[in-house]
């Protein structure tokens, strides 16, 4: 981007602070307004950024600096937000999930293309890094051979011990795996690619949570969906993924991703971070050697996705979608909801929707990034 490109932030709760830690400063953008339901929120938060303006949220999509709607709202939020900000001729790129329906997700994908210049991106981006970044080389490289199979696995208690409203994640459209799912599966994506079918089970060990912290510790609160998840999914490549989702369970020491292929095994770092160590146990070795990073971010934060998209934008060609795009969270909302239907169902469950394997990120230093 040869100029500043403007942006408008709804949504101003506690992820804020990290996007705002990448995007303040940043010599490629400017953020020309935030909007959030409490006023005075956006107003203590412009008041740290010269030049910004705090608006309500409906004016926030006609101000006229915004060019991209940072979406930072509840999940719930995220459609009305983004059709919002396509109806006002603006692009949009969002927190994940994209949506919390299917439904949803369509409608945000199909306004964008109406509209035929907004276009739609949505984190994570984490896997942008340099964690997942060599991994995805690693695999590509051949290092493994041929692919076969994946393990992800995501345990927690649950975060009612220290979020303290932690209401949203036991209702509907919340639970481990579309709350930290897009994570594992876009990681899953990078990697492998693409995925056909799914087949799911699912489980609810408490009806009720109680708080933890905050002002309304000890209040139990209603436990409205499934609370341990696992999926199998088949990817188009024909590896087989497993996906564990908790917040039942206390503790696991599997690593967060396994990638099996006939020749090795690589372990992958939390997708839910930016780097890690990529470790490789290669058939007949006893040992797991660390490979230098090799691809990705480095050093990356928050907004690295937002970053990328925008520059995709104004390159144009084949990646002009971003690598952190909406039809990428769509297909991982798609695998993510057919999970859920499988153990609803008990039947297997083929996608509709599926993606491109977004372009590798090359090793990008810090400094380049950032400038």
């Known amino acids: 981007m040869s100029e500043q490109h403007g942006i408008g932030i709804v949504g101003l709760g506690v992820i804020a602070q990290a996007y705002l830690d990448t995007l303040r400063d940043h010599p490629r953008v400017r953020i020309a307004a935030v909007a959030d339901l409490d006023t005075a929120r956006a107003e203590a938060v412009a008041a740290t950024l010269p030049g910004t303006d705090a608006v309500s949220v409906d004016e926030l999509y006609q101000h006229p600096g915004v060019q991209t709607v940072l979406n930072l709202t509840i999940p719930a939020a995220h459609t009305e937000v983004a059709l919002a900000a396509i109806a006002a001729g603006r692009s949009v790129y969002g927190e994940k999930p994209l949506a919390v329906t299917m439904a949803d997700a369509d409608r945000i994908i199909d306004a ?141 020491t599997a690593p967060p991703i396994e990638v099996h292929g006939e020749l090795a095994t690589l372990q992958v770092p939390d997708p839910n ?5 990529v470790r490789l146990r290669e058939l007949g070795s006893e040992d797991w050697r660390t490979l230098d990073p090799s691809a990705g971010y480095v050093d990356g934060a928050r907004g690295v996705g937002l970053l990328d998209f925008l520059d995709a934008g104004t390159a144009g060609g084949a990646n002009a979608a971003g690598r952190a795009n909406g039809p990428l969270a769509r297909h991982v909302l798609e695998v993510m909801t057919g999970v859920l239907r499988s153990a609803d169902t008990g039947a297997r469950v083929e996608m509709v929707t599926t993606t491109d394997r977004p372009a590798p990120v090359p090793l990008t230093p810090a400094a380049e990034w950032r400038a």
Do not use: C, K
Not at 204 to 214: D, E, P
Not at 273 to 277: A, I, P, T
């Open 112 to 252: 964008a293309t109406a509209d035929g210049t907004a276009r739609v991106g949505s984190a994570p981006d984490t896997i942008l890094g340099t964690g997942t970044q060599t991994a995805r080389a690693a695999i590509d490289d051949g290092l493994i051979g041929r692919p076969m199979a994946a393990v992800a696995t995501m345990v927690t208690p649950g975060h009612e011990a220290w979020h303290p409203n932690p209401d949203f994640y036991y209702r509907d459209g919340g639970g481990p795996l579309l709350d930290m799912g897009p994570y594992y599966v876009t990681a899953l994506v990078h990697l492998l690619g693409p995925v056909r079918s799914v087949i799911g089970a699912a489980s609810a060990l408490r009806s009720v949570r109680t708080i933890g912290s905050g002002p309304r510790t000890g209040e139990e609160i209603p436990v409205e969906t499934m609370t341990h998840v696992t999926g199998i999914l088949e990817h188009t490549n024909g590896a087989l993924s497993t996906i564990v989702t908790s917040f039942d369970a206390v503790a696991t």
């Open 273 to 277: 971070g930016f780097s890690g160590d």
